[in-house]
């Protein structure tokens, strides 16, 4: 039964929340919600709807504060747009609060959904203000009007009108009040750990945005680079978090942060402040290529990222081989190209000379960039890419113990739709570390792991991308342009090993070749250098306009391939080391999938596979097991 009361009086929690808001046309006092949720976030630019939020394992439970005095929307939309969306619709009468589960098949008013999965539990109307909360099931197990709620990239869609309608079969349009925004609901927090960044033994770098002064456009990607304090000991970074400018939150989309294996000079660290990918026809020096790394990536609703208590991010002092300049890219989003947005918004370091017991690494895993170089057809609904990191990379670098894999960050360009970092050992698939259905370019965070997973010298590791080119004329080529493509997946892992990248690719050209030249009868020139992005492309092959069919074809063509090349590299070895080569490796014969459990089966098992399964391959890890353990308790 929801409550229907006036609710004047929030509870003080959450002292980062705004109580003001002051907008173009009026102050806009912003009330603190009913109770403390880890999560909170403006939806919209103009800040006119926040949404704060809760889960366990099985319920989801949303409060939603919207400047308005008639009814809100807030749902969940497989592409961003109505067309099957699940959503609920709301609003407060005389005190009364109403909420309905609805089910968009396409661009008019969604209909009521025939089970009604969503629960009230409060609602109120204060001032300017419609607050509704609510909870549901992360899954409904109603496939056919609701859509999970999962560790997938989330669109939120919201919208709102300012009068309340008649009842729930006349509702009237929201007009331009509306909005999407991509959010991770499950993302489990990171603040468990408490860190006192009061304290003496703590340190803190700001690394901002120098007062940038946003063009009219409606996206812009902004980067400048750093230089990193002189130390005369080693120290480790702890803890970042986002330092938001005030009115700006819904303005910074998302922050990352790159580590550059490269030098710069005075007047390259003053003039490194532009657009970044060469938006406005200004380019950056080539050697920003070097700065390939992603240290932290921040998007909005995520608060602190702290990391574990064992394990910190090492800053070297100097005569140690160590990153001395940072690269931050901005993403800012501006729909309603406003001139007038100036921001020095950014990130703030935490380091400590008490040092924890491991450093913690960042491991490159996935496609390689440079040569030989990816290439994706055009026209294509879902074109399929895979990487891996071998067992024989891993039993070069790593120790007997392994690495503890604590957050993932999957990173790939505007044509990905999803991305996967899959487990393997002795040819079986464990739990899998990472899986994006959903993958959106313009919305990349760090994703703390629920539990760590362990990667044992031998295991091997597995990135895909899948990509969705139905929308671009000609090939897709690998490269740092939004334009061009990646498939990469960054691991946060302890304790650090000399492994700081483990890419591979398979023999593009040739394929290319023995596709475009025997089957199509294509007239194709020699491998040429992209002078603006300094990555490999070759006429005739970029002008090539694929078909869905040779799509499918090409497709079938290199996931079929018997062998790869891979790239194990070590510190101090980037991809823009001269004369670079490679090993060619067998495909792993992969002897058992993995299967997710499906939550709305009563008969469903708790793991992915029976304890007798796995039985061989625990016992042959008995003894790496307990090293593990006893390494991790000395």
């Not at 739709?417 to 965070?445: A, C, W």
């Not at 994703?447 to 590791?461: A, H, K, M, Q, Y």
């Not at 250098?529 to 306009?545: K, Q, T």
Request: hydrophobic share 35%; net charge negative; glycine share 6%.
């Amino acid at each position: 039964m929801a409550e229907s009361c006036i609710h004047g009086i929030y509870w003080a929690h959450a002292a980062s929340f705004r109580l003001l808001l002051l907008t173009a046309a009026a102050a806009w006092i912003v009330p603190l919600p009913s109770q403390h949720y880890p999560y909170q976030v403006p939806l919209d630019e103009g800040e006119n709807v926040w949404l704060h939020w809760s889960f366990d394992k099985i319920w989801i439970t949303f409060e939603v504060h919207v400047k308005t005095t008639g009814w809100v929307g807030l749902g969940f939309s497989p592409s961003g747009g109505m067309e099957g969306a699940d959503l609920v619709i709301g609003w407060v009468k005389n005190g009364k609060p109403f909420l309905r589960d609805r089910y968009a098949e396409k661009q008019q008013l969604p209909r009521i959904d025939k089970n009604q999965d969503y629960e009230l539990l409060l609602g109120s109307e204060v001032g300017q203000t419609t607050m509704l909360k609510f909870r549901r099931k992360l899954h409904t197990c109603d496939s056919s009007e609701d859509i999970p709620i999962t560790t997938d990239t989330m669109r939120v869609i919201y919208a709102w009108n300012d009068v309340d309608p008649p009842g729930h079969d006349s509702i009237d349009y929201h007009g331009e009040q509306r909005g999407v925004r991509s959010l991770f609901l499950l993302d489990p927090p990171t603040n468990n750990n408490k860190i006192d960044v009061e304290s003496d033994n703590v340190k803190h770098i700001n690394i901002l945005n120098r007062n940038v002064s946003l063009p009219p456009v409606k996206t812009v990607y902004w980067c400048e680079l750093y230089e990193l304090p002189d130390l005369d000991a080693k120290h480790h970074v702890i803890r970042v978090e986002p330092r938001i400018q005030f009115g700006n939150k819904g303005v910074v989309h998302h922050i990352l942060l790159y580590t550059c294996h490269s030098q710069f000079d005075r007047n390259e660290l003053t003039s490194v402040s532009a657009p970044c990918y060469g938006m406005g026809n200004v380019f950056l020096p080539p050697n920003i290529l070097a700065c390939d790394t992603i240290l932290y990536a921040w998007a909005i609703g995520r608060e602190a990222f702290n990391f574990p208590d064992i394990a910190g991010y090492p800053l070297l002092h100097a005569g140690y081989h160590a990153p001395k300049y940072v690269l931050m890219e901005t993403h800012y989003d501006n729909p309603q190209e406003r001139s007038d947005i100036r921001d020095r918004s950014g990130l703030r370091l935490y380091y400590t000379p008490a040092l924890r017991k491991y450093d913690a690494g960042i491991l490159m895993a996935g496609q390689n960039i440079d040569w030989p170089p990816m290439i994706i057809p055009n026209r294509a609904d879902e074109f399929r890419v895979e990487s891996t990191c071998s067992s024989k990379c891993t039993e070069q670098y790593f120790s007997p113990a392994g690495i503890r894999v604590f957050a993932v960050l999957p990173h790939a360009h505007i044509t990905a739709v999803g991305m996967e970092m899959r487990h393997y050992r002795y040819g079986k698939e464990l739990k899998p570390l990472s899986i994006d259905n959903h993958y959106d370019f313009n919305f990349q965070e760090s994703r703390s792991l629920e539990n760590e997973i362990t990667v044992f010298p031998g295991d091997s590791l597995s990135t895909i991308c899948k990509y969705n080119t139905s929308k671009r004329n000609k090939t897709i080529w690998a490269g740092y342009s939004t334009s061009e493509e990646m498939c990469l997946n960054y691991l946060y892992y302890y304790p650090k090993v000399p492994l700081t990248k483990c890419l591979s690719s398979i023999d593009y050209p040739s394929l290319v070749d023995s596709f475009l030249l025997d089957k199509k009868n294509i007239s194709i020139s020699p491998y040429i250098m992209n002078a603006a992005s300094f990555f490999w492309h070759r006429p005739g092959v970029s002008e090539y306009d694929w078909t869905k069919q040779d799509g499918l074809e090409f497709g079938s063509l290199i996931n079929n391939t018997k062998t790869f090349i891979e790239f194990c590299l070590p510190e101090g070895v980037g991809l823009w080391t001269k004369d670079l080569k490679g090993s060619t490796r067998e495909k792993l014969q992969i002897t058992e999938q993995y299967t997710e459990p499906n939550p709305c089966d009563p008969a469903a098992s708790s793991g992915g596979r029976s304890h007798e399964t796995l039985l061989p391959a625990i016992i042959t890890r008995t003894a790496l097991a307990l090293c593990s353990l006893f390494t991790l308790l000395i």
